[in-house]
């Protein structure tokens, strides 16, 4: 009985030493090797979540631009008109801003930004005589802290490689448009030349602010309502670059210290001095002034109808606070064809370089751990004769 157990046990032993496989080193497998290393990565995953615009949600942004001014001072060859049917080019200034934007949601953003913009006005540069021979003049700093709304009509799709720590974008698409809507605070401080020199005119009430049946002292803290819109186009590592234009209105008309009427020049002279009285009417510097009844008590020196009004129009670039953006698709690595396994095996040992090679010492003792049992129970037993009784 014993002798059945062990011939059972050395047959199935002997089954499983020829059922094992070889190790096969430096081949595929699947038996597809022609040469070749096996491949020893796989096709990454895409991260297809719906939240996967929220990688790349908050990014912070500066722009450099011109800024315009629509207001009551100089202008076209006409009566003062509002928007930019009175815009004047040559006025045009600079204008810088910095910022973050946050998206809400995959089309939805906010953006904070800080702005600086010169603004200037003067009615040498119109024609038209009335507003011509009134001879005012100014310039001011604008410093805006603004929040916009922005709705994305088209965006770049970006996709994201699940584990990765890089951002690719699929669809081949690099641009973007959005419409904005907002509302800030900005303060100004409208100053005028005379004889080469600028003087502050909120403090000298050129429009009899503050005197007996004069208007009140105007704030220079006022709030803006930007509206406008943008393009932007994708680049490498996160940067975008755009073009943004915005409108702004504001609850304002003294920007450029002229709003109302003429006040009594010589009660401006009394009570704020002669500089005041001077920049209160300067076409009294003109000798060939057609008509100086225009310049007198309660004729108009402003448009009180629209308050005062700039353009922003700016180069912006943007940097997301997210794993680096490609803008090529992806494409799966493949080893170019070469020398076959062995002949570069080969090559390295001629160089003097130790490859890796299943010849080695450490793998050939591997190789003869497994043993298969050695079959043997002695000599067989002759055939005895059969008995008969």
């Known amino acids: 009985m014993n002798k059945i157990l062990l011939l059972l046990v050395a047959i199935f032993l002997t089954y499983q030493g020829h059922c094992q496989k070889k190790a096969v080193f430096g081949k595929d497998p699947s038996g597809n090797n022609k040469g070749r290393m ?12 719906s939240s996967d615009w929220t990688k790349t949600r908050f990014e912070y942004t500066v722009g450099a631009g011109v800024c315009a001014f629509m207001g009551d001072l100089g202008g076209q060859d006409g009566p003062s008109k509002p928007f930019l049917y009175d815009f004047e080019p040559t006025q045009m200034r600079y204008s810088l801003s910095g910022g973050a934007r946050y998206y809400l949601r995959e089309y939805h953003a906010f953006k904070g930004t800080f702005s600086y913009a010169r603004v200037r006005g003067s009615d040498a540069t119109t024609n038209y005589p009335n507003r011509h021979y009134r001879n005012l003049n100014f310039k001011s700093p604008i410093l805006e802290l603004s929040g916009h709304y922005e709705l994305y009509l088209l965006k770049p799709k970006i996709l994201h490689l699940a584990g990765a720590r890089s951002t690719q974008i699929f669809n081949g698409n690099r641009l973007g448009a959005y419409v904005s809507a907002g509302a800030g605070v ?68 003294y920007i450029d210290d002229a709003s109302g009427y003429y006040y009594d020049n010589d009660i401006i002279a009394q009570n704020n001095g002669k500089l005041a009285a001077i920049l209160a009417n300067p076409s009294v510097l003109l000798d060939d002034v057609p008509n100086p009844d225009w310049y007198t008590k309660n004729q108009p020196r402003g448009g009180s109808n629209s308050n005062d009004t700039y353009l922003f129009a700016q180069v912006t670039l943007s940097h997301s606070f997210a794993p680096s953006i490609s803008n090529k698709p992806y494409k799966q690595g493949k080893r170019k064809k070469g020398k076959s396994y062995n002949q570069r095996k080969k090559n390295k040992r001629e160089n003097g370089k130790k490859g890796k090679s299943y010849k080695t010492k450490g793998i050939k003792e591997k190789k003869k751990r497994f043993k298969a049992p050695k079959l043997d129970f002695g000599k067989k037993r002759k055939k005895s004769k059969i008995r008969t009784f």
């Open 38 to 49: 096996a491949s020893t990565y796989k096709t990454p995953k895409l991260d297809n979540s």
């Open 186 to 253: 900005f303060y100004f401080n409208p100053k005028a030349e005379l004889n080469g020199e600028w003087y502050a005119l909120k403090p000298l009430g050129t429009e009899g602010q503050g005197l007996p049946n004069g208007p009140k002292p105007y704030k220079r803290l006022n709030i803006t309502f930007p509206l406008g819109g943008g393009v932007t186009y994708l680049l490498n590592w996160n940067y975008t670059i755009g073009v943004d234009v915005s409108y702004r209105w504001t609850t304002t008309d």
